[in-house]
């Protein structure tokens, strides 16, 4: 089975368990993703939002203050990765949400691509990721970095494993 998110129905809700399950597994059991600061502000069929809050562990530039590479492509990669398994979970509304959980078992990266287009420089940043396609083997993921006011700092896509 294959789909974009577009091919989901509208009115598709997930159920407070499964949300609160993919929070937990990418705000606290991936450990790098709790180091970050990363928080998840909404998991819909449709795409992800989440926020990223700078602290001086992030700095990759001392002078200017600015947020690591690596962080914003971690950031990106974590989301565009939930957006995928969201995706996915809603292909399979008939299972229970922990059953649909289990698939983060299988779950991995295996294409990144990030552009950086303006220095990361603010307080807080916003991640918008969205699958684009899940397949019964692969899904690939849009994902936007943005600074606290919306302008666009970085893009992304990726590619996931998905069984």
């Known amino acids: 089975m294959t789909a974009a998110t577009s091919d989901l129905p509208p009115d598709l809700v997930f159920e407070p368990e499964f949300i609160a399950g993919l929070k937990d597994i990418y705000e606290e059991k991936i450990l790098f993703n709790q ?22 562990e992030l700095v990759g530039h001392y002078a200017y203050h600015r947020i690591h590479g690596g962080v914003i492509s971690a950031a990106l990669d974590a989301m565009g990765s939930l957006a995928v398994l969201a995706a996915l ?9 922990a059953k649909r959980l ?6 991995s990266t295996i294409d990144l691509r990030i552009d950086f287009l303006r220095p990361g420089i603010g307080k807080q940043f916003t991640i918008h990721a969205e699958a684009v ?20 700092l970085s893009t992304g896509t990726a590619a996931y494993l998905t069984s």
Do not use: C, Y
């Open 35 to 56: 180091w970050m600061g990363l928080k998840v502000e909404s998991i819909q069929p449709t795409g992800i939002v989440a926020h990223l809050t700078m602290k001086p």
């Open 89 to 97: 979970g809603a292909q399979h509304m008939d299972e229970l949400p």
């Open 102 to 107: 289990e698939r983060f078992a299988r779950h």
């Open 133 to 152: 396609r899940v397949g019964a083997r692969v899904g690939n993921a849009r994902m936007e970095f943005r600074s606290v006011d919306g302008k666009l």
